[in-house]
């Protein structure tokens, strides 16, 4: 039988079971023989417990597949089929000074989203790239999911400086084809979404139910669009929607709705209950969970994390390549055009076509000024941010916050900039060497 | 049970049989139950014909489609839900015409690429948008599927010129794919081809079978691309499609082995024979066939028409249309930005994908020099033809004849033009009214 | 000898003297014959004052200048050599509603930037289309010199609605070269300055004196770039300067240094001292010197105003035009393509060449993203911005506002729009008529 | 004095004495203190019979100016101020089999134009990049100005290939200006032409005579347009002239009057009268005259020669550079998106505002189709020219061919590919490495 060799970089991730459960399931249609589990030292503890869960889960499932727990990433990713990276560089601590450090000066602190996206970028960037760099000499014809966050910020990265076959994977859009494929009752498959934009700021121009169109139910506010858990909801102005004539996404509050978040993360921020602690606490709990040695299944609980099927996301997609089944995925990939208002070499987030050898978008062209004024000022920044990161540039850096619709002064982005350096240090080797600008 | 009526414009062609057999073997999946026949008074007879065949054939398949033959298509139009148009305006008299002066004035003769392509669009044109008139009033919602020759210009002016929902058609594409899976010994599905470009002029980028490329198996000789009977074939020189890097179409021959291929049209010429000549024997004897009580069936004589697997082709369509499947079609949609270099109102011949409510092409970015140079020139006549047979424009008609490449001199130009415009005065209402430029 | 009619719409404007002086400065070359001054009833006491003091300076300079007020806007337009637009709808007062409503609401309130210039561009627009219908009818040759404010999405309204040889023109481009010219104790003409932008946002992306490149001076704080005496000035940090690698206007404060300016603001709006207050008062005083019979020239207080050079860019542009010179001016025109990420038919401020009967922009090419994502998010609102003064959509307002980078959420855009609609209902007919969306 | 060093590669050209008198005759203005006139070693003698002659010239004119006669390329180069490239690589024996290899083929056999030039350019390419090393090293700050044929696509590769500040010049366009003048008896300054295109297919969009649109006399056949004495004349048919609404250059002639220029061309090859033949007999006779002692003086034969003002364009573009005028000048630039339909990184040939430290092309933006098709496929071929030159590879080589609009057939292409190799041995060294492809 022929090897397919699934490689987990940060594999000690609290999400793994999720991903583990997927495989099991599609083990008939996939027939992948071996997953290996990779992590840092720092994770050791929580490698070896995910090791263990996953053996148990195998095991329940009856299921041939080989698990590998490792810290050896060269070892794991050598003659890899798939590769995914669900890394956190910096762990949850620096997440949590991420948020601190932004709303302290004045300005919204969310994982992927404004500054605290910023910082998460230039941490993990220069991982990551490291990363392609054992995949293109040890792996160069796997294909690599990247779910690390801010993931249309890091594919960026890797489209750009390296020849690593990847493609960008959130759980956004299909939690909008679940959501409305429950709402009108439909087969997930008779929903049809236009998306544009970029990574957790895509509009939805246009929804289909079995070729008719229904967007006008959401945007008169007869029925709900996808909210996802872990954003704060205050609903939508039916005045507002209607005239902006396309369904935001869930970030789109960062935006849209800045004033009331603002508020709200203010609150959090003096009762030190920011999203990154409220995190910190779920983790802690869910691999209690874990550790339980009659736990043999992923747990109910884990749903409650934020990553609502992720795990379905990634393993629909491996199906498509695996089976050149030339199916739709809503994906992060190269432009290459097909938003004609972006750069040819940004990283977008739209409906691809997925073959085994190639994911392509399909055409959107033009983008109207209600979406393209705000979509190209945050492209800019992740240009510059992706920029920043790969040259360790001072002044890259404080350009790509100044530009950021979210930050609204110069010297507020050189202040957040200067301390969230401070704090980062061990994970910014590149800035290290240059401080002088 | 719902209607859903097919209307064949131009339903008196020899080509129907094909088109019927289709439809009878997909009646279980498409459930079409009524099929209407329109033609114009001189084809009246033809039409007669084909009605008849046509419920001898209904009637062995033992199907409850509804056959309506009818001259009013405005009454045919009403209310379809897939109109399908493969009209001759002038019929095999006016091609032959177009095929003579051509090759008289020293410049290749051919039904849709050069001289004989465009007048064959100057007639067409305006009764395609007289359809499309009547479309727009009757069948708002319905799909309309152009085969009418020259499939992309025509297809151009529609896309321009009115709000119908239009797709071209051509049984090129399907062809390369049933030839690579025949010689690759795969199913249809497991090959995949990356064409580029406008119909009749298509460069295939990249061959996949089973996703792994194969496309220097082609380019090196070692296996055989496409040949379309109705095009001579003299084979290409290795050396030459090593270097373009790219499978060109049947329709390339006329560029890159053009003097070959007008000594023979020179040939052709002198002996009366050339492909209007022929393929008007051919008609004859094929309504020879379909007048037969007996004949119950499509003849495999059709075969020979040159027009393999049209049927098959345009039921897939209708088929991933009626059934919203998102597959993957080889269409010509409006361009949009797919193609980058060329403009986004262009009409283009690419892989798209298929839903009940939209048709989107796969994004294609830049085209490499070797392509782009014959393609924009091609494409620029191609605007002013549909240009020149809206406004009717003896200008704009000279000055997109001077551009093609296939046409040396301005003088030859208008020499051909002049001819055709005298011979063809019964078509050109626009021309007659403007003559003095 | 031939008529050169010149026709000063918002003849009544305080600015006026000062256009006058010009064009007795430069009676010799331009033999100017006639100069209309037009205004609206409100304006007639105004204008009486200024066409006195007109006549005495004509008078004093011994000018053969025929000097004709009116409140007949079409008569005055008949036949015009050129047409000068500077008029303020609404007045003062409205503007100091446009400053108040906004800061109230917690964001920058400014003349021509953010939600200030969004709403007098929504009064502007209509009544300077409605002047283009005249000249269009009355004197289609002419060219119209815009100087009204906003004066980039006025004249892109004029570009897109009208067939009026327009251009619009602002005293910030030639501030900058007086400056530099100053600060190298060199002539103008050897200040070469590369702008990229739109009015009121425009970058300097190098400065050349004599062919040398200076930037790095201002960029290193060596010396000073020119400040608009009407925007307050903290000066710029170098970090910032530098990594942003190109000099910044005046009005580019609001977006980088939004906060130190919002808190000036806000004090300004507590103690009933904004810039409208200030406008006003200087406005009075100049009226009162104007009506002074002993005064024959324009008098040094209109310095104080911020018009500083109005009139000298003003007539050298005149200069050009009429004498066909082909020099170089800073001018607000149609895009074209000059800058490559901002639409073709946006209005953006670069260099252009000037001849008798066309202006050219100069290529700009491609923006680094550090400027892009700003520029292209400002052109988007003021894309808006013309759209709804043209159409009164209230959706298309509100969408333009939210995405203006000062204002920070919808909800803002909304409660500061229909609270400015309120003040402005005898302005914005359109807007009236569709209230309900 | 601060020294002003003009170099002239390709100093024993018959052409100097045109250079050396613009030279001379603009003393005053320009202070050039160095002539330095560079040749190969098979031009020895050319170069010091020009040497000489030279000092003869100055000595007559009584002007300090040193001339250095050198076979040091790098030796003069050095700290150059102007560097005029005006070579011919194989000298005109080469030309004269690029013209029969072609013409023998049954195509088009020019100097710049068809396979001619793409010989030509294939020869000259090589050298110049090395030029541009020695600039790189010897003289960064120095404009270079290449007359070198075929200008356009030469100019392109030292674009593409080298850092150098480099224009390309051509007599063309100065002479429509000449043309016109004279025609409407103004002086040239009154003259405004609208170019689009690249060199030797430059399209007149518009013409101004002070300021009137002047282009309609010419289109229909009132006033003549400017003809090169070098290129067979027939006349334009006015129907076609009108109909393309643009005025062609002479060297359309070879694509929109293909057959008839053919049809001379196989006479003159016939009689082995070719262009080439005939300048060798006009060189051979100037540099009779230019032996003779008691000329001091620029020869009228020279006029003869082909070059009409190309010193005067040569001279004021360098006058223009030097005392940073600021004026229009039709020069050979990088597109950078001044012609939107043409890659960013091509060579056109457009209006040009000239200042001391950059040369910057003014925005044309859309090109009408009737230009476009053309333009695009020649430029598609000068593309694949620069990298066949550069690469020396065989396939790029005939791809560049086989899109040529003037070459009918891949296979002709090959042909004549192929014998020009043979015979061009000894300047193609990157072919000859790559023999098999």
Not at 30 to 47: F, M, N, Y
Not at 295 to 320: D, F, T, V
Request: aromatic share 8%; net charge neutral.
């Amino acid at each position: 039988m022929k090897k397919t060799k699934v490689v987990v970089i940060g594999g000690g991730s609290s999400y793994t079971p999720e991903l583990l459960e997927g495989i099991i399931n599609n083990y008939k249609s996939l027939q992948i023989t071996e997953v290996w589990l990779v992590d840092i030292p720092e994770g050791k503890e929580k490698l070896s417990i995910i090791e263990k869960l996953a053996n148990r889960m195998i095991k329940k499932a009856n299921c041939p597949i080989k698990i590998i727990a490792t810290l050896d990433r060269r070892d794991a990713i050598k003659d890899a089929t798939y590769i995914i990276t669900q890394i956190r560089v910096g762990q949850l601590a620096m997440r949590r000074n991420d948020e601190y450090i932004s709303i302290k000066h004045g300005v919204i602190g969310q994982e992927t989203t404004g500054a605290g996206g910023f910082m998460k970028a230039l941490r993990t960037i220069p991982v990551l790239l490291d990363i392609c760099n054992d995949i293109d000499e040890l792996a160069p014809s796997a294909w690599l999911l990247n779910f690390t966050n801010p993931a249309g910020i890091v594919t960026e990265a890797i489209i750009k400086h390296t020849n690593v076959k990847v493609v960008g994977l959130c759980n956004n859009p299909i939690n909008f084809y679940k959501k409305f494929a429950d709402t009108y009752n439909v087969d997930v498959r008779d929903v049809s979404i236009n998306f544009v934009g970029i990574n957790h700021l895509t509009w939805i121009t246009d929804l289909y139910i079995k070729g008719r169109s229904r967007i006008d139910d959401i945007l008169s506010g007869k029925s709900d669009s996808y909210e996802a858990k872990n954003i704060p909801s205050f609903g939508w102005d039916t005045k507002f929607l209607k005239s902006l004539g396309a369904i935001p996404c869930g970030y789109h509050k960062y935006y849209y709705q800045q004033n009331r978040i603002l508020q709200d993360q203010v609150k959090e921020y003096e009762n030190k209950e920011t999203r990154a602690d409220q995190v910190q606490k779920v983790e802690k709990e869910l691999f209690e969970l874990y550790r339980d040695q009659e736990l043999k299944e992923k747990p109910k609980a884990l749903e409650q994390r934020g990553g609502a099927y992720y795990s379905e996301a990634a393993i629909n997609l491996i199906k498509s390549i695996h089976l050149d089944t030339k199916e739709l995925h809503t994906l992060n990939v190269k432009n290459n055009g097909a938003i004609s208002c972006l750069p040819d070499d940004a990283c977008i987030e739209v409906n691809c076509v997925v073959e085994k050898h190639q994911i392509t978008p399909l055409q959107i062209g033009e983008v109207k000024p209600e979406i393209r004024g705000l979509l190209q000022n945050v492209k800019a920044y992740e240009e510059l941010t992706v920029k920043a990161a790969v040259t360790g540039s001072y002044g890259t850096a404080i350009q790509a916050l100044t530009i950021h619709p979210l930050i609204s002064s110069a010297d507020v982005a050189m202040r957040i900039f200067e301390e969230m350096l401070l704090v980062n240090r061990p994970y910014l080797h590149k800035f290290e060497l240059k401080e002088g600008i």
